[in-house]
């Protein structure tokens, strides 16, 4: 199976300017996590979702925000830029429901490394 | 709320030391709990897992065993190898299934 692909790999914005990250996983997976890692934090969960649904949240301002389409790939946004959030944005899929069981291994890609000038 | 502790890097060994990366974590019920590995320029792979009190993961010559009693999940190693080096992560999925990492230790091996 193809793993986790995450586009782009690098991305340079300015202050104020809003940007899109695009996260395919895993064939099969219906979860899909995004996490922020930065030196100073280490890496701090966003969110999660599942079947197109948010089912967990990190505590990270309005100005992240993500999606899940049908085919479970999954964007993230991040609108009015600051600074601060330059950082690896990473996702991850799994094939766990906690209903219906499967494992709860997160399987990562590569990373999106954001820079904001 | 659940947390994952680890022992502050860097880590500085000779190839053919013996490894220990000590993780402790604070939790509510019985998560799950990992050791992932994150080379440079890479995501994370995920390194090894245990599900239950007592059980022994195992991968690459790496293992970690999951001790209730001492809310421990410490990765060890008999004899590492230049190509660990690398940052490693313990983490646990909580109650909510959110993965909570620790901050990392970066481990350098010299030949």
């Known amino acids: 199976k193809a793993g986790v692909t995450q586009t782009p790999r690098y991305l340079i914005k300015t202050r104020g300017q809003q940007v899109t990250l695009s996260c395919s996983p895993i064939?099969?997976?219906?979860?899909v996590s995004w996490y922020q890692q930065t030196p100073g934090q280490g890496l701090q969960f966003l969110f999660e979702?599942?079947?197109?649904?948010?089912?967990n949240k990190g505590n990270f301002p309005g100005r992240f925000s993500g999606r899940q389409f049908s085919n479970s790939r999954s964007e993230m946004n991040v609108s009015t830029l600051e600074l601060g959030d330059s950082a690896l944005y990473l996702c991850?899929?799994?094939?766990?429901?906690?209903?219906?069981?499967?494992?709860?291994?997160?399987?990562f890609g590569p990373g999106t490394r954001l820079t904001v000038l | 709320g659940n947390s994952v502790t680890q022992m502050e890097g860097p880590v500085t060994l000779s190839e053919e030391a013996f490894l220990t990366i000590n993780c402790t974590y604070t939790?509510?019920?019985?998560?799950?709990l990992f050791w992932y590995v994150q080379y440079p320029g890479e995501g994370l792979q995920l390194l090894l897992k245990?599900?239950?009190?007592?059980d022994k993961g195992s991968n690459k010559g790496f293992e970690a065993t999951y001790r209730k009693e001492t809310t421990s999940f410490h990765l060890e190693k008999g004899s590492v190898q230049v190509s660990d080096s690398a940052v490693y992560f313990c983490?646990?999925?909580?109650?909510?299934?959110?993965?909570?990492f620790g901050k990392g230790t970066r481990l350098h091996i010299l030949p």
């Open positions: 939790a509510t019920g019985y998560p799950s």
């Open positions: 245990a599900t239950k009190a007592d």
């Open positions: 983490a646990l999925t909580d109650r909510d299934d959110k993965i909570i």
């Open positions: 979702y599942f079947s197109e649904t948010q089912r």
């Open positions: 991850a899929s799994s094939d766990y429901n906690r209903l219906a069981g499967g494992t709860d291994t997160q399987y």
């Open positions: 064939s099969g997976h219906r979860s």
